[in-house]
């Protein structure tokens, strides 16, 4: 059935994989909880984690490519973070503590190329993740899009190249292009969508392996004339949202 919720990602740190989970509670103003709640600055980042920075300054796919195949598990109720990846042994740690820093920078330092600025530190904003936009954001994502862009390249791609937070079917491409600036609920929360989400290298990588074997963004140009796939949005209304939840446009 089209139009309802499929899968639910959060990031817990920036960049440096991904959890799926069957239900959340979107708060109003805020960031998926639990998504890019930390960021890796690198070595010649000016971010300090007093405010939103931009992309710029973190470790991230687009210039890692091996950091696309790591997977996550956030534990809510201590904040420790487990790290799953094909090349490197499973590592949990403590983001926000000190003493464990030099040990995510030894598990990490293997899968970041050796011509790119080093992790260096892990930051944090209160309050809000650490999303592309300079406001808390949520990214939606359409499969049927999704789909269009498989049959466009010519064989499957993982979902999880785009590291989306809420997905959804609703049996059109490109529908959820049409929504901007307006009002969609899903399952209790409302979002308003603010623009479509410009694609990066990082959507090249393959999520398993962390190898760059597709060309997402010359087909997404070659084929529509834009490197666009998914929309942001704003939470506006909180709730929870679960699987199986209905989409629908206010």
């Given at each position: 059935m089209t139009n309802q919720v499929t899968d639910i990602w959060r990031h817990p740190i920036k960049s440096h994989g991904r959890?799926?989970?069957d239900t959340v509670?979107?708060?109003a103003g805020q960031t998926m909880p639990g998504d890019r709640v930390w960021a890796v600055a690198h070595e010649a980042a000016k971010a300090d984690g007093t405010q939103w920075a931009p992309c710029a300054n973190f470790s991230r796919g687009s210039k890692a490519p091996d950091l696309m195949a790591i997977s996550t598990r956030l534990d809510d109720a201590s904040?420790?973070?487990?790290l799953n990846h094909p090349?490197?042994?499973?590592f949990s740690f403590g983001p926000e503590d000190a003493r464990d820093l030099p040990g995510f920078l030894d598990w990490v330092k293997p899968l970041m190329?050796?011509?790119?600025?080093?992790?260096?530190?892990?930051?944090?904003?209160?309050?809000r993740g650490m999303t592309d936009t300079d406001y808390p954001s949520v990214t939606l994502c359409n499969l049927a899009s999704h789909r269009a862009v498989e049959q466009a390249i010519g064989h499957d791609l993982s979902p999880l190249r785009w590291r989306g937070n809420i997905w959804f079917d609703l049996g059109e491409a490109w529908a959820e292009n049409d929504w901007i600036d307006r009002s969609v609920q899903i399952g209790e929360a409302v979002f308003k969508i603010r623009e479509r989400v410009v694609r990066c290298l990082a959507t090249t990588a393959n999520p398993k392996t962390g190898v760059r074997d597709a060309d997402t963004l010359k087909?997404?140009?070659d084929t529509w004339g834009h490197q666009d796939f998914s929309v942001y949005a704003e939470v506006i209304?909180?709730?929870a949202i679960k699987t199986g939840d209905a989409v629908k446009v206010l």
């Open positions: 959890e799926l989970l509670t979107m708060i904040g420790r973070v487990t090349n490197r042994p499973e190329p050796a011509n790119r600025a080093a992790s260096a530190r892990i930051i944090r904003v209160l309050d087909v997404l140009k209304r909180g709730g």
